[in-house]
T-cell receptor, first 111, second 119 residues
Framework: GIQVEQSPPDLILQEGANSTLRCNFS?????LQWFHQNPWGQLINLFY???GTKQNGRLSATTVATERYSLLYISSSQTTDSGVYFC?????????????FGKGTKLSVKP | GAGVSQSPSNKVTEKGKDVELRCDPI?????LYWYRQSLGQGLEFLIY????????KSGLPSDRFSAERTGGSVSTLTIQRTQQEDSAVYLC?????????????????FGPGTRLLVL
């Protein structure tokens, strides 16, 4: 099946710093989503981005489908950005439409 | 509008008991998914419902797990004869059209999850 690898697995930042999270996937995809899992376990949609670039406030994401990777940029990080960031993909031609998740990047933003 | 809701939020049960977990998807969403998040396995797909079609059960880990979706809306995940390894957070998601759709209609929205602990 499709493999989804995220890096780095852990990241510690000082408040105000910028960061880039990476997601590599091993096959072509119909759907790619970035989620933030907050300390209460809720998965919050950040981006639906199977290709191209999108921005939402301090966050932006870029997916280069032909090279099978996606990047999530966090600028001017805040303590509320802490949590686990997941990349999830739906494989092209899959029979279920389910998402395959990476193992996540655990982000800690220190005040 | 209202998001995906799940109940109960937390469930503690004894090994061997049956449990039922409920999911209310976003109104109008035709696709519904169940996932499980555990420490050792990360987030894994369990089952997929699309409209009135037969569900895709290929992700269910054993025959102790079953799910149904009534009236194309509310879904119930049932675990029979629970085992300690069933302890996990069970997450439900819905999307406007799932596999039948394209582009943004495939976006999945997750509920808050049910934390299951089997003693």
């Amino acid at each position: 099946g499709i493999q989804v690898e995220q890096s780095p697995p852990d990241l510690i930042l000082q408040e105000g710093a910028n960061s880039t999270l990476r997601c590599n996937f091993s096959d072509s995809v119909n759907n790619l989503q970035w989620f933030h899992q907050n300390p209460w376990g809720q998965l919050i949609n950040l981006f639906y981005i199977p290709s191209g670039t999108k921005q939402n406030g301090r966050l932006s994401a870029t997916t280069v489908a032909t090279e099978r990777y996606s990047l999530l940029y966090i600028s001017s990080s805040q303590t509320t950005d802490s949590g686990v960031y997941f990349c999830a993909v739906e494989r092209t031609g899959g029979s279920q439409g389910n998402l395959i998740f990476g193992k996540g990047t655990k982000l800690s933003v220190k005040p | 509008g209202a998001g995906v809701s799940q109940s109960p939020s937390n469930k503690v049960t004894e090994k061997g008991k049956d449990v039922e977990l409920r999911c209310d998807p976003i109104s109008g969403h035709t696709a519904l998914y169940w996932y499980r998040q555990s420490l050792g396995q990360g987030l894994e797909f369990l089952i997929y419902f699309q409209g009135n079609s037969a569900p895709d059960k290929s992700g269910l880990p054993s025959d102790r797990f079953s799910a149904e979706r009534t009236g194309g809306s509310v879904s119930t995940l049932t675990i029979q004869r629970t085992q300690q390894e069933d302890s996990a957070v069970y997450l439900c998601a819905s999307s406007p059209s799932g596999l039948a759709g394209n582009n943004r209609r495939r976006t999945q929205y997750f509920g808050p999850g049910t934390r299951l602990l089997v003693l």
